[in-house]
């Protein structure tokens, strides 16, 4: 392994870095494998870049939207090294000496498999050295999925020939501990942390249950968890290293019509008529985003979201009014549809490729937008929307990480007034408790990483939208399709027709239903 000169690299590299961000070059500096897990907006990209040795061969596999974005982050910071940007499926290949590549998860060579294990065939052998970076490595908590496995067989064949391989992610443990096992798995870091999967299991305390292996909200051994992370990962929080204006969250609660009341009753009864309690019904939804109650929950969610969109829409015009910028974020494409067709808006939606999503963003930050309405799985990474200092949730995500990144595009660096979070919530049980499980489920999420933060010396994430479908987004899709049509991309739909026996009949009933609306 080559050794890397952390304080020359910094002398010559990083004279503009924070003290916190040289710390977290000395980290990458002194390991073979790492994970970088500081909270979002604190600068990941510059220290891995930084921490880069002379000369180096680098791979660098980040989400689609962000590659050019790291294309401009190695010429500020690495001058001394060349760039390439590969597009297309077979265009992967390996880094040379002096040479950064940016590839995206979705190129990596396709993987096979060969008895037991998988592997790649024809893979190229790595330069000697070579420092693989993993740009939101959270992308990779599913094992079984495709990017996960060709990620692994890429970082096999770099640690092989003695080179390096760093991940980066704000989200780090997502909404369930076996995520945060399959992350550090893909880096060989796993074991380093907690020896084994049974020891893991024991740790958090996982057990058999009734819908497979249940784990409870808090680790049964809280302070072997945060030793295990501490061995493996370094996590610093914004609070505590960025002298950011205060954040506010706050809570709107809208009325809603009779029509809709009436339905949300109709689908919580049918919930409790199957045998379980609406408290348990969302739980596991969040944690499983599906599960008996999902479709009747998912339902209620998209009337719910359609019910509030005149209170929404009387903000928006307050806001206007007031010359004051705004961020909508909804788990809803209609909404958000809806919202950016008023004059002086416009959308990121996940339908947008690398330069739209850019343009959008940055007329938002010159003043040229009032608004901006975002999908939240399509905005919660990898923009910087400081302009404005509200965002509002029309609904939130099941997922309990993606809406804590969404809530950071305007809390983060740059920013000089305080920002307020609102969320719209109706007058109803469903729409209330999905609220409040969520926030709970948040912070309980957040309490072993924030636990594990460690201090060295004064000590951004990206959407992954595909310019093609992938294995992984139709996966994706055919365990979310209750979450309401507007919001399923037709590409994925099409994709699942063509699935056939893979996906269920009632998956293959909406997904018809999504092209013909999209037609």
Known sequence: MINIDAKQNIEKYGQKLFDYQKGGVEFLAGRQTALLADEMGLGKTVQALVALPENAAALVVVPASVKLSW????????????????KGRKSFRFPQAGEVVVVNYDILPKVDQEGRSWAIKDLATPVAGTVLIADEAHKVKSPKARRTRSLKCVVDAVLGQGGRAWAMTGTPLLNRPPELWSVLGVFDLDRAA???YGAFKSIFGGQKGRWGIEW??????EAAAIEGFRNVALRRQADDHLDLPSLRETVKFVECDRKTLALCDSLQSEIEANGIGLDDAVDLAIESRNGVGFEELSAARAALATAKMPALLDIASEYEEAGE????????????NTLSEREGWARISGSEDA????????KFQRGELKGVAITIGAGAEGITL???????????AWTPGVNQQAAKRAHRIGQDRPVEIIDL????????????????????IASVIEKAS?????AEVEDNTPSDVTEDDIIDQLRTIGEGLEGVDARIAGKIIEAGAAATERQIKVAHQIVGRHA
């Open 216 to 221: 409870p909200t808090r680790p049964a051994d």
């Open 325 to 336: 910028p705004l961020i909508v974020f909804s788990a809803h494409r209609a909404a958000i």
């Open 355 to 362: 330069d739209q999503r850019g343009e959008v963003v940055a």
């Open 454 to 458: 460690i201090r060295v010396g004064e």
């Open 194 to 196: 907690y020896r084994h």
């Open 386 to 396: 400081t302009r404005a200092r509200t965002v509002i949730f029309l609904d939130r």
């Open 425 to 444: 919530v109706a007058d109803h049980g469903i729409d209330e408790r999905v609220h409040e499980l969520l926030v709970a489920k948040s912070n309980l």
């Open 71 to 86: 294309v401009r982050e190695v010429a500020a910071w690495r001058p001394d090294l060349t760039v390439s940007c590969l």
